[in-house]
DNA sequence: AACCAGGTTATGC
DNA sequence: GCATAACATGGT
């Protein structure tokens, strides 16, 4: 028995766009990812809940394989969040246009979201896996920590992975990250900012009441989280549109090659950029990531 | 075999 | 406060 959802399309938006930026050339071991749908679980009330989204016409269609009929609201706003759904995105395109080196993305990359993830726990712990190493790597890091301390669920003959809770990455040691190959630094930040999550010191539902700045202060004072690694949460995870990952390789590779730096210590050339996407900071590096990978055809399958 | 990768912290002036 | 070093480990 499946539940079935279907939201209306918003205006500027694109499922193929966001589904192509959610695979990009990686292979997250959370999703399954095919041409048209991607698939992955949440949990809802202590309990896993597998779902596919795809598109239907005029519609997002959100498969829930329950019965569960109280999960199906929550997946409903997971998958908003996630694809950015509610967000009206014509006063962005129209900061775009007045830039000559960016205005072909409004045609380009039209209807691409501010793609993230909802579950914030899951997003610090990436964030801080991803510091400072190729993404390669990176993501057979977190391969490595769900597959050894996740959990997986049966998805229709195939298997969904769940990434590990704040309280089983608590209670790990340095030594069983490294054994994993985490740097024995990034092996004390996981287990401190997890235990900081399950101590309910830090939450999703907690950060939502804050101001963004107030956000990024209350990210930074974990060891290992600095004002990169705050943003990209806040930008990712809370759909914070001011987030700005300032010093990010990829988005100053980006703004290179579009000639709108002058090397990748102007930090002038940087400001002025910004300052005319108030408001849209995150969006722009969004857009600006999507600008560094190839065409978005043909797509590869889960590797 | 250097140099780099979706950085952060500690140290020194 | 701002530059610089140290950290840590695999990919290209």
């Known amino acids: 028995m499946k539940a079935i959802i279907k939201i209306k399309r918003p205006e500027l938006f694109s499922f193929q766009e966001c589904l192509w930026f959610i695979h990009r050339d990686y292979d997250d071991p959370l999703l399954l990812i095919d041409e048209t749908s991607v698939s992955r679980a949440i949990k809802v009330n202590d309990k896993y809940i597998p779902f596919t989204v795809s598109e239907d016409n005029e519609h997002i269609k959100i498969e829930i394989n329950q019965e569960d009929s109280e999960a199906a609201p929550y997946v409903q706003n997971f998958v908003e969040d996630w694809l950015d759904l509610k967000r009206d995105l014509l006063p962005f395109y129209e900061i775009l246009n007045q830039h000559p080196e960016l205005s ?41 920590l769900i597959q050894t301390y996740g959990g997986s669920l049966d998805f229709d003959g195939k298997s969904l992975m769940l990434f590990p809770t704040a309280e089983v990455l608590q209670n790990l040691t340095v030594e069983k990250l490294q054994a994993l190959q985490f740097s024995k630094q990034k092996s004390i ?6 235990a900081a999550f399950a101590a309910g010191e830090i939450s999703k539902s907690k950060l939502l009441t804050l101001s963004s700045q107030e956000r990024i202060e209350k990210l930074i ?8 690694t705050a943003n990209a949460v806040i930008m990712q995870s809370l759909n914070d549109p001011t987030g700005l990952p300032l010093g990010d390789v990829g988005l100053l590779r980006a703004l290179e090659s579009h000639k709108m730096i002058n090397g990748r210590a102007d930090q002038d050339g940087l400001n002025a950029i910004f300052d005319r996407f108030n408001g849209w900071q995150a969006y722009l590096v969004n857009y600006l990531w999507r600008s560094l990978a190839k065409p978005a055809t043909p797509m590869t399958i889960n590797g």
């Open 104 to 144: 072909y993305m409004t045609e380009e990359f039209k209807g691409l979201r501010l793609i993230g993830n909802p579950e914030t726990f899951e997003t610090l712990i990436w964030s801080i896996i991803s510091q400072q190493i190729n993404m390669t790597f990176a993501f057979k890091l977190k391969r490595a």
């Open 189 to 194: 930040y996981i287990i401190n900012a997890a």
């Open 221 to 228: 004072s974990l060891k290992g989280v600095g004002l990169w």
